[in-house]
T-cell receptor, first 115, second 115 residues
Framework: EAGVAQSPRYKIIEKRQSVAFWCNPI?????LYWYQQILGQGPKLLIQ????????DSQLPKDRFSAERLKGVDSTLKIQPAKLEDSAVYLC?????????????FGPGTRLTVT | AQKVTQAQTEISVVEKEDVTLDCVYE???????LFWYKQPPSGELVFLIR??????QNEISGRYSWNFQKSTSSFNFTITASQVVDSAVYFC????????????FGAGTILRVKS
């Protein structure tokens, strides 16, 4: 079974530029998550989708971050404009359903460096 | 509020030593789930175990074992006869209704196993 795919793996941009990340979850997984992992910290949830609807985006900085999951499969996360503090690894994860009992499977992440 | 504390920032051991990674959690939920994830240098978070709050039975999987004690709100992870391939960052995480079933991660423990 294929795992969660993410691209690109690495991205370097200057502050105020825009960037987009792509995620393809495990086939059949209804729930998709985007996490931000700053160096030395655990992942922090940015947004959670159930199929193509947003379940939780309470920690998404909506003035600069946006995400969508068209057709309930792939998802993109965009930052516009980027700030220095956005430098982090952005992890995508998926699970069969939303409930706590379902484990989340993570992709390899996209390491973003904002200079 | 839900919180996960991994007090050990970094542990170094020599191959074949046993090592225990500590995890202490806080939650007001009576039903919750605890997880351990491994993050090797490749960056992908690998699911290791899920335990629900009603199951305090310890679990062993090969060289890995987990000790869940509700009385001390701890969910510790032991690696027996450590190997170099065990070198990674290990995260403990908690999920429950109090925080909308979101995964709340600890800060992680860096494990370095030297040959």
């Amino acid at each position: 079974e294929a795992g969660v795919a993410q691209s690109p793996r690495y991205k370097i941009i200057e502050k105020r530029q825009s960037v987009a990340f792509w995620c393809n979850p495990i086939s059949g997984h209804a729930t998709l998550y985007w996490y931000q992992q700053i160096l030395g910290q655990g992942p922090k949830l940015l947004i959670q989708f159930q199929n193509n609807g947003v379940v939780d985006d309470s920690q998404l900085p909506k003035d600069r971050f946006s995400a969508e999951r068209l057709k309930g499969v792939d998802s993109t996360l965009k930052i516009q404009p980027a700030k220095l503090e956005d430098s982090a690894v952005y992890l995508c994860a998926s699970s069969l359903e939303t409930a706590s009992s379902y484990e989340q499977y993570f992709g390899p992440g996209t390491r973003l460096t904002v200079t | 509020a839900q919180k996960v504390t991994q007090a050990q920032t970094e542990i170094s051991v020599v191959e074949k030593e046993d090592v225990t990674l500590d995890c202490v959690y806080e939650t007001r939920d009576t039903t919750y789930y605890l997880f351990w994830y491994k993050q090797p240098p490749s960056g992908e978070l690998v699911f290791l175990i899920r335990r629900n709050s009603f199951d305090e039975q310890n679990e062993i999987s090969g060289r890995y074992s987990w000790n869940f004690q509700k009385s001390t709100s701890s969910f510790n992870f032991t690696i027996t006869a450590s190997q170099v391939v065990d070198s990674a960052v290990y995260f403990c995480a908690l999920s429950g209704m109090e925080y909308g079933n979101k995964l709340v991660f600890g800060a992680g423990t860096i494990l370095r196993v030297k040959s």
